[in-house]
Each structure stands twice: as C-alpha cells, then as structure tokens.
C-alpha cells in the first residue's frame, strides 16, 4: 500500500503502516549519523538540551555528498542503521517516531520501536542521488564541525521510503523471507 505521511509524525497515522508499505514523507525531518548520536549521548548524560525536539520527529540516518550547483543538497543515500542501534532505545523512548536507514535492527531496537509506537523505515541504497531530488531545503542546526555528519534539518517533499519494522514490530526483513519460503 502507498501512504502520504507528514512530518512531523502523528502517531495515530503510524499505527496504521504495516510492514511493507510504500510511503512518501513530505515535512520537515532530521539528520545525524554516528557521530551525531554519540554527542546527542553525550548531551542527554550531562543533562544538556538536545539540537532538536526529539517527539513527533524522524531521523535519517544519512550523510550528504556536497551540494553541486544549483542543488539543495548534494547525493543523499542512506547510512547502515545498525550502527545507531545503541542510540536509538533511548531517543525512542523520548518521543522518536521515525527513523530511516538501511539494513537490519537488533532485537533491542525492535522492542523500543514497539514500547513506543513507532516505525523503522529503509530508503534505497544506491539511490541517493534520486532521493536527494526529495529535498527541497537543507540547513546544519547543530554539531557544525562533524561535517557531513553534522545534525541538519531537512524539508522533504514526498521522501520515498519502505516501512521495515512497523509498531507491532513486524518486520520486513524477516517476514519477507518467511513468505519467500513458503512460496518455493
């Protein structure tokens, strides 16, 4: 099924994806990789304010290749999911509704997406040139000096992405084999 979502997210919408779904975002979404949680960490143990209101919201995790003429942003693919998977239990239970990468979860980061009603998107990789038409504005808001890594906030307009892991914490990766074998 393809969905219009709007971001920042509305929960009562989220429960209604399904692994598998075809969604497209248009709203305002967040960016931060590796290094960008670890200082989110960072902020949240010394009781500091994070770069951005963490409810309602969605992360990307993705680093942009520089902007080229006339471009927003330049090539915007997806960054391997599991390597914020000891961030994310904590953001999600903060109010993080969304988040996009690639690949797969742990079982920790499942549980959390469950706990908190939220849902674990993939973008394509390999696409991030397609994807960076999505973006229509791009602005670092924090953590300047990480570079590609840095937190930004994007407006997107219909971001094209696969729901993985929805709220009953249903996931694609596994139910996608499941029924693979079932058909062979």
Same mark, same amino acid.
């Given at each position: 099924? &393809? @969905?219009?979502?709007?971001?920042?997210?509305?929960?009562?919408?989220?429960? /209604?994806? /399904?692994?598998?779904?075809?969604?497209?975002?248009?709203?305002? !979404?967040? @960016?931060?990789?590796? %290094?960008?949680?670890?200082?989110?960490?960072?902020? =949240?143990?010394?009781?500091? &304010?994070?770069?951005? &209101?963490?409810?309602?919201?969605?992360?990307?995790?993705?680093?942009?290749?520089?902007?080229? #003429?006339?471009? @927003? *942003?330049?090539?915007?693919?997806?960054?391997?999911?599991?390597?914020?998977?000891?961030?994310?239990?904590?953001?999600?239970?903060?109010? =993080?509704? @969304?988040?996009?990468? /690639?690949?797969?979860?742990?079982? #920790?980061?499942?549980?959390? !997406?469950?706990?908190?009603?939220?849902?674990?998107?993939?973008?394509?990789?390999?696409?991030?040139?397609?994807?960076?038409?999505?973006?229509? %504005?791009?602005?670092?808001?924090?953590?300047?000096?990480?570079? %590609?890594?840095?937190?930004? /906030?994007?407006?997107?307009?219909?971001?094209?992405? *696969? $729901? $993985?892991?929805? $709220?009953?914490? #249903?996931?694609?990766?596994?139910?996608? *084999?499941?029924?693979?074998?079932? #058909?062979?």
């Amino acid at each position: 099924m &393809e @969905v219009r979502l709007t971001a920042p997210f509305d929960a009562e919408e989220l429960k /209604k994806l /399904k692994a598998g779904d075809m969604v497209y975002i248009s709203g305002t !979404i967040y @960016v931060a990789r590796d %290094a960008a949680h670890k200082r989110m960490q960072e902020a =949240l143990d010394n009781n500091e &304010e994070l770069p951005f &209101e963490m409810s309602g919201n969605g992360i990307y995790y993705m680093g942009p290749s520089p902007a080229r #003429e006339g471009r @927003v *942003i330049g090539s915007a693919g997806p960054t391997t999911a599991s390597r914020m998977d000891k961030y994310a239990p904590r953001l999600l239970d903060l109010g =993080l509704k @969304v988040m996009i990468g /690639k690949g797969k979860r742990t079982q #920790e980061v499942k549980d959390a !997406i469950v706990r908190n009603g939220a849902v674990y998107m993939a973008a394509i990789g390999g696409a991030g040139a397609l994807l960076s038409k999505s973006i229509i %504005a791009s602005e670092v808001i924090a953590y300047e000096d990480l570079g %590609a890594e840095a937190v930004r /906030k994007l407006e997107v307009k219909d971001f094209p992405a *696969i $729901v $993985v892991i929805d $709220v009953t914490g #249903e996931d694609l990766y596994i139910s996608s *084999i499941e029924e693979y074998r079932r #058909e062979a």
